[in-house]
């Protein structure tokens, strides 16, 4: 299994550019099976979780089966439900896998399934059924699927996409309320209204399809994956806290706003200039709270990167996650290295800063941890090694050689 080996203590200088966005890319690539045609995609980034989702698109297209080994890899499998439901009239999935970062159920997917009429059956895992001990569910709409007014329990984001989704292809008209307003929502509505579907409001709390009653969507027009607000935000907080001088490209400023608010206020310092924006290290930053929120607030996957920054901020940060429970877990990491956090509960924890930063063996990221584990590996004296950087890989396209073009001390082993 690879590792990346990071010796930190160098600052950064020159040009980064955002790639393709990954969780704008992965419920497109789905939104493929509402089509006659397949439809061209541009930009989408080389990462894991984009490559495990063509594998699973192949086999469903070829078999009208979900892959049970590769859809337990990645949460977003269960963005192809609703348009697998929608255009074979069954699908049988097991309960997606991902990162480990809470319960991450899927209650909301099922009950707006139910809602336009699909039946549920639910297999549990100690089923002799099952397999490999997970729970699976066979979903089937033998006389079709129909619109419905729908509310979300929680404004779910992926669970947003998959009703849409589910509703371009049902008879009459659907209204999503309390839907997540996540910029890949309206990213995901623009490509399908350019290729015939009528959904109104992505990216507001109620969204309105009008279903075609099962007709196709023609491939005409192809999906540009937008630039990753997420990378482009983990980058600036490298930025704030290593660069020399760093431009990033493609920095989407206007999706950032929270997360650009919270870094003025901790006194870093950077330029916005049309899509481009340059950030230096900033030899004085000041504690800051943050509380992660839906959209705009400020986004739960950049909690992790913003730790760090805070570890090497003067005074007490409060960085509360409200978004899922077992998001903190990086910290007992943070904390060998030097830092001085505070876990309160497993959603609030204290940073008292700023303390260096010392080299450590770092194991088991998420996605968004694992960036922050190589951002605090650069910040640290010595050499770190971050494990299991599969994790790494499924959310930023060569992450390593990006790095080492600005100057970076990294290298996969
Ligand atoms: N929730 C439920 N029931 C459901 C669905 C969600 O209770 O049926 C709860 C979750 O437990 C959580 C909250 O609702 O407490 C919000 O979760 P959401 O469903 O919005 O998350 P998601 O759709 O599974 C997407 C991103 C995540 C990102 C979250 C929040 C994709 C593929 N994933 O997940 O991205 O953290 O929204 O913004 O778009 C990542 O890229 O590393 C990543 C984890």
């Not at 809470?102 to 707006?112: H, N, Q, T, V, W």
């Not at 310092?269 to 950030?279: A, L, Q, R």
Request: hydrophobic share 45%; proline share 6%.
């Amino acid at each position: 299994m690879a590792n990346f080996i990071v010796k930190g203590g160098k600052f950064l200088e020159g040009e980064i550019e955002i790639g393709g966005s990954k969780n704008a890319a992965l419920p497109a690539m789905a939104a493929s099976l509402l089509f006659k045609n397949n439809p061209e995609f541009r930009n989408l980034p080389k990462i894991e979780d984009i490559f495990r989702m063509g594998e699973l698109l192949k086999k469903l297209r070829e078999t009208k089966e979900i892959d049970f080994e590769v859809a337990k890899k990645i949460r977003a499998s269960i963005l192809l439900v609703g348009p697998a439901l929608a255009r074979f009239g069954k699908i049988t999935f097991p309960h997606p896998g991902g990162c480990v970062i809470g319960a991450r159920p899927i209650d909301a997917f099922l009950d707006g399934w139910k809602a336009m009429g699909a039946a549920v059956k639910e297999i549990p895992p100690d089923s002799s059924k099952s397999i490999n001990s997970i729970p699976f569910y066979e979903l089937s709409a033998p006389s079709g699927l129909k619109g419905r007014d729908y509310t979300f329990r929680v404004p779910s984001v992926t669970g947003t996409e998959g009703l849409m989704m589910t509703a371009v292809l049902a008879s009459g008209s659907t209204i999503l309320r309390n839907a997540a307003m996540e910029p890949e929502i309206a990213h995901l509505a623009y490509f399908l209204n350019k290729n015939g579907a009528d959904i109104k409001g992505a990216g507001t709390h109620t969204i309105n399809i009008e279903g075609s009653g099962g007709a196709l969507l023609e491939g005409k027009y192809p999906f540009s994956a937008p630039p990753d607000r997420i990378e482009a935000g983990s980058f600036l907080i490298l930025g704030a806290l290593l660069a020399k001088e760093l431009l990033i490209k493609n920095f989407a400023a206007e999706e950032l706003t929270a997360l650009t608010g919270a870094l003025k206020e901790a006194g870093a310092e950077f330029n916005f200039d049309k899509n481009f924006i340059s950030v230096k290290r900033s030899p004085a930053l000041k504690a800051v709270n943050v509380k992660t929120k839906e959209y705009p607030g400020f986004a739960t996957d950049l909690q992790a990167p913003f730790c760090v920054l805070a570890t090497q901020a003067k005074g007490a940060s409060m960085i509360h996650e409200t978004i899922f429970e077992g998001r903190l877990s990086y910290i007992e990491y943070l904390n060998k290295m030097g830092a001085k956090i505070t876990l309160c509960d497993p959603y609030r924890a204290i940073v008292n800063g700023p303390t260096p930063l010392r080299a450590w063996t770092l194991e088991r990221p998420d996605i968004r941890a694992g960036l922050a584990f190589i951002l605090a590996a650069l910040l640290a004296e010595g050499e770190s090694k971050i494990g299991n950087i599969y994790q790494i890989d499924r959310g930023y396209e060569a992450i390593d050689s990006r790095l080492r073009s600005i100057g970076a001390a990294i290298k996969r082993i």
